[in-house]
């Protein structure tokens, strides 16, 4: 499979990964035994939770499928090492660092043996830092291969102009043209704003 074939089938997948979760989220029939956990403590108590993990759990479930349909042989691995060590101080930006810690790739996909991607996913309009930590991996050479497709995932609850310029500026100023990287906002719209879109930013 080409890369461009590939890029291509992912971001279906992610288009279809969005649909599934907000139909689930709605309490519509849908194609998955995956339940909303609830909030139990705090201002969202009762409520259902909307995170990284339920946004995964669903990606993987279409991936799965999509590999049967056309017979491939997809892989995943889930919280996947690190090749590279790496410091993530509490002020400054990460950087790799020989004598700093391993960090956890969310989701990687391999095609014959070969890692074909890595996948990021991350929940809500983070900090600065907190974006940092993932891109600084995500944009690493020495993780995957030269072509390998990277990958950042983004659900919101719900989201305004303001909320899709604030994470596009947090991933222009870091990355610089430095890395390519497939930035998907997924804004649920189940809030005041109601505001539900998929899009799509390649840096």
Known sequence: MKKQELEKEINALIERTFCTITNLYEGKDGKTRLSFPHHTHGVDK??????EQELRQLFIEELNRYADEKRLSLKYSIEVPTRMKYRFPKDGDPKVCEDGVSGRFDL???LDGKMV???????GNATC???KKDLCKL?????????????????LEDSNKKTVESIDGKFRDYIKGRKTIHLWILS???HRQRNRFVKQIVY
């Open 108 to 110: 990687t996909i391999w």
């Open 46 to 51: 009762d409520k259902q939770r909307v995170s």
């Open 188 to 190: 649920m719209g189940i």
């Open 139 to 155: 944009m690493n050479e020495d993780e995957g291969e030269e072509d390998t497709l990277r990958y950042f995932v983004n659900i």
């Open 117 to 123: 991607s890595i996948i990021e996913f991350k929940e």
């Open 129 to 131: 830092n907190s974006y």
